[in-house]
């Protein structure tokens, strides 16, 4: 189970709307979003209705304007609750269609060039859990939510290139 409510203004203030599961449009209950908090779970908030455009990683917290969540305004129109998974393991392949080299890897990694010198990820395989994928390393830049299934290419993720700097389990730590 998951909580997170979501507030118009800045410090938790004016209209609100809590969910407990997917919510794909938001927009019939809050106007904009300043503020969150999240009681419970992993929540991925996205700017436009069904679950698309930008995409921000949430755990248990207070958020209280949207640049804590490193939002780039405050348009979010859906979210979506991500399930606790116990184990966590993805493949990573250096070519579209998950061809080329493969490495697999069940923690988080802040640099994946780095760590395994890879010149390029073009496809991913997400085999336990959930992870956010992030542009730069050291988790910075645009997140993208992978679940368990395959991405043989970055449209897939709904990104707009194949940029991919780091990647995160999806846990919470409390």
Avoid at 30 to 53: A, I, K, T
Avoid at 82 to 96: G, K, M, N, V
């Amino acid at each position: 189970m998951g909580k997170i409510t979501l507030f118009e203004e800045r410090s938790f203030q004016g209209r609100h709307h809590e969910c407990s599961s997917d919510h794909p449009n938001l927009q019939p209950y809050l106007s904009r979003c300043n503020s969150v908090r999240v009681d419970s779970g992993c929540w991925m908030l996205y700017e436009q209705p069904n679950f698309q455009g930008p995409q921000y990683f949430l755990r248990r917290g207070d958020y209280a304007d949207f640049q804590q969540w490193l939002g780039l305004s405050d348009s979010v129109r859906s979210c979506r609750l991500i399930p606790h998974a116990s184990s966590h393991r993805i493949r990573i392949y250096e070519r579209e269609d998950h061809r080329g080299q493969m490495v697999e890897i069940t923690e988080d990694c802040s640099s994946l060039h780095d760590r395994f010198h890879l010149s390029e990820i073009h496809s991913f395989n997400v085999l336990e859990g959930s992870w956010i994928l992030y542009e730069q390393p050291n988790y910075r830049g645009r997140q993208y939510l992978l679940r368990p299934g395959d991405y043989r290419r970055y449209l897939d993720w709904g990104a707009m290139d194949a940029r991919v700097g780091s990647l995160r389990r999806a846990v919470d730590f409390y």
